[in-house]
């Protein structure tokens, strides 16, 4: 499992006033503890602020590369913010993201193109978010038919289905499901954002890894979580033993005996 780290993002209070403070500590303190909690890659996402989101954003990971050699993972839904971000990563980080939206994609896709880079493809149009697996997988088809005309490999997307709350659509979890089996069905690479689901409800942790351990069974390729979530940790652990992606339980039984079992 690809596990990305959410915590660098201008959504939450504390990293909010980091970034206005120009904190640096705080920020690569941070990207230090997911990068030792086990994160292989760390989130970026300025936007909360779209006046400075790009100024952020290059702040942003300057400092970041400073802190730790990790990959980034360039979170915008703006064209601008993700090429000038992408000039400015260090390796190859990962694009998140692009739409089936042609006024998106016309402009992202060239960028991935430059960059040679993995890009995570939500499976969204002109129309909105799908309600159905179905749905959903007919836009991941057309995302990589698009895709390929821009000559990238469907080896390089990453399709998320976008998870949304369980707590005001009860099928919609399911539909999520659903979608990474039949894009698992095509060979395709899924990621999510599994936190959505829980939006609105008490004990989120308790939703959030449930649902994550459910999205392993389906094979869900990587997930942006926090890596601090030491129970959500455990279960992806123990959901890959389940799986048989352990041989041996031999990642079980190091995190065990490195007490990272929660
Ligand atoms: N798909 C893709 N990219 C994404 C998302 C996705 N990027 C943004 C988001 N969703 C994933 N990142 C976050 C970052 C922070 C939070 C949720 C998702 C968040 N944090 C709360 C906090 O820190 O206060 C609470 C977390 C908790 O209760 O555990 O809400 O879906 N491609």
Redesign the pocket.
Known sequence: MLIIG??I?T???DIKRAVETKDANFIQEEVRRQKEAGALMI?V?SGSNPDTEVDDMLWLIDIIQEAAEIPLCI?SPNFAVLEQAMRSARGRALL??VTAEKSRYEKILPICKEFDCDI?C?TMDEKGMPATSKERFEIATIMMEICSKYQISKDRLYF?P??RPVSSEQGQAMEFLGAIKMMKSLGLKT???L??V?FGLPK??LL?RTFLSMACSYGLDAC?V?PL?STLMSAITASSAILGHDNYCKEYLEAFRAGKLG
């Open positions: 959410e915590r993002n959504s939450r209070p989130d996402n979170d998140n993201s995570i939500l998320d976008l998870v990621i999510a954002g936190s959505n829980s989120r942790r959030n942006i926090d979530d």
